[in-house]
């Protein structure tokens, strides 16, 4: 899966299948990886326009949960 961010910055998530590795393991290792790496948030972030209150209550959001995380 390849995700071009700002025509610069190339991210990619890539699982190699292991021997006698079954697929839904090698399924669970690569969207653990996908999660991660936030590329889901990333297209869910760029996917519609964002309002400058949503901005500030995401970034406020992302604040508490940096917070609290510390």
């Known amino acids: 899966m390849e995700i071009i961010h700002n025509e610069e910055q190339l991210r990619m998530t890539q699982v190699v299948l292991g021997e006698n ?14 999660s991660k790496a936030g590329i889901l948030a990333d ?26 995380f510390k």
């Open 43 to 68: 297209v869910k972030y760029h996917r519609h326009f964002e309002t400058p209150l949503e901005k500030r209550k995401r970034k406020a959001v992302a604040a508490r949960r940096k917070r609290r």
């Open 21 to 34: 590795e079954g697929i839904d393991s090698a399924l669970r290792r690569f969207k653990r990886q996908v």
